[in-house]
Every structure is written in structure tokens, then in C-alpha cells.
Nanobody, 116 residues
Framework: QVQLAESGGGLVQPGGSLRLSCAVSGSAFGITSRGWYRQAPGKQRELVATTTGEGGTQYADSVKGRFILSRDNAKNMIYLSMNSLKPEATAVYYC????WGTGAIWGQGTQVTVSS
């Protein structure tokens, strides 16, 4: 059974950078997509970045050019590098994978706060 554990959140000033990590435990066989979502207070959870079936990556318009989704298959890790952070990026960030035959699996989330 796949489990996810995020880390790397924290407080950062506007314009700063953070890298979130997601450790994937259990068998990674059957994972069909990997991505990051976020939920700000009082708002619905939204897509930040996710891999696509064509081997590419889809990004939210608000983060294009500043956030990068990457992975290390050897370490079973998924990363989200966030640059030029804005206060509106403040949210709980969740790692998500989709497993063939099982569906979506979510991590517990990590808080990112962008504030001076």
C-alpha cells in the first residue's frame, strides 16, 4: 500500500524559495501520476502541478515559470521547487499520486506561509 509523507514547508518571505519533498513508501508500481495540490484557508483544494499521461507536466497558470515538479525514482521522492513566492501561495500543500486500480492517495500536507 502506497503512503505519502510531505516535508519542507515553513515560513518564507515574499520572493523567497522553498522545496517541498514527498516520500513515497510502499510499492511504486502502478503509480500513473504524481502531483502537488494546495488548499488555502477558506478555499477549495486546487492543482499546483501534476504529471500527465503524455510524459509531461501540467502547471497551474499562477505558478508557471516559478514552480517545478520533479522526481527521483531511485529514492521514491517527488519534489516541488517553488521560486519567487508570493503571499497568495500561502496554503497547505499536499502530495498526491494516482495508483492504477486504487485511485488517488494523498499525503497529510505541509504548511507553506509566505509573509514578511
Amino acid at each position: 500500500q502506497v503512503q505519502l509523507a510531505e516535508s519542507g514547508g515553513g515560513l518564507v518571505q515574499p520572493g523567497g524559495s522553498l522545496r517541498l519533498s514527498c516520500a513515497v513508501s510502499g510499492s511504486a508500481f502502478g503509480i500513473t501520476s504524481r502531483g502537488w495540490y494546495r488548499q488555502a484557508p477558506g478555499k477549495q483544494r486546487e492543482l499546483v502541478a501534476t504529471t500527465t499521461g503524455e510524459g509531461g507536466t501540467q502547471y497551474a497558470d499562477s505558478v508557471k515559470g516559478r514552480f517545478i515538479l520533479s522526481r527521483d525514482n531511485a529514492k521514491n521522492m517527488i519534489y516541488l521547487s517553488m521560486n519567487s513566492l508570493k503571499p497568495e501561495a500561502t496554503a497547505v500543500y499536499y502530495c498526491k499520486v494516482t495508483v492504477w486500480g486504487t485511485g488517488a492517495i494523498w499525503g497529510q500536507g505541509t504548511q507553506v506561509t509566505v509573509s514578511s
